[in-house]
């Protein structure tokens, strides 16, 4: 299970995604908020349901394309995570999904919230929160994260928006990231397919941006085990 707080935060992930659900994992991405503030200027969709709707829409041809679950959606409106009443109900709706699916692995940010988008932080907190109360002694928590060794701050990108992604990436030391999980060119390429999805967030060029960033950690994405751990591991289910 993924969770995250937006329609696209999958996207740092897809390629592993694809590489699970071709090994016949069955993997539930859950997407907190609706997306509806999520205003670009090249998409000039207008902040509201309209906008929300299409998002759900592209979410649902990330998992068609990856071949994962169709998505989880709670709803909650894009940027107020931090209000005290959605705090405590995102807590109960988190719960109950762990209580529903059981999973063996969920996914979600670290504390920094990838480039410490507070909706990002939020999420990571509660997942958080609700598993190390609720998780069985065979479920792992692992948080997204990119090696502070790989990050290049001079890498070749044509976009504004993911040269600033790049430039305030909240990065992780590689000791501690020792979930190293490889992919194929056919997983890079099947996330590359579905992140172009969300058209009403990235342009053609972003989308190809992004995976460029991807790329300096050489076909490998890293994680960290929310309890820490020495031992290498190149497969979720070790």
Not at 22 to 34: C, N, P, R
Request: with cysteine; charged share 25%; proline share 5%.
């Amino acid at each position: 299970m993924a969770i995250f707080a937006h329609p696209d935060d999958e996207i740092v992930i897809s390629p592993i995604l694809s590489k699970y659900a071709k090994e016949g994992a069955s993997i539930h991405l859950v997407i907190v908020t609706d997306g509806s503030k999520g205003v670009t200027p090249h998409a000039n969709i207008p902040a509201g349901d309209l906008l929300a709707n299409v998002r759900a829409q592209e979410a649902l041809c990330v998992t068609k394309t990856l071949g994962i679950n169709p998505p989880t959606f709670l709803n909650y409106t894009d940027g107020d995570l931090a209000l005290n009443e959605n705090l405590f109900s995102l807590d109960d709706k988190i719960d109950s999904l762990f209580t529903k699916h059981e999973p063996e692995v969920v996914i979600t940010f670290g504390p920094g919230g990838e480039y410490g988008h507070s909706d990002h932080r939020m999420v990571s907190n509660i997942v958080t929160e609700v598993f190390q109360r609720e998780a069985s002694e065979t479920q792992q928590l692992l948080y997204y994260g990119f090696p502070n060794e790989s990050k290049n701050k001079e890498l070749s990108l044509k976009t504004d928006l993911v040269k600033w992604f790049n430039e305030n990436l909240k990065t992780t030391r590689k000791r501690f990231l020792t979930y190293r999980i490889p992919f194929s060119e056919e997983d890079l390429k099947l996330g590359h397919e579905a992140s172009s999805c969300h058209t009403s967030q990235y342009t053609a060029e972003a989308i190809d941006d992004l995976f460029t960033m991807m790329k300096q950690t050489d076909s490998v994405i890293y994680f960290r085990p929310w309890n820490g751990s020495k031992a290498i591991k190149e497969h979720f289910f070790d």
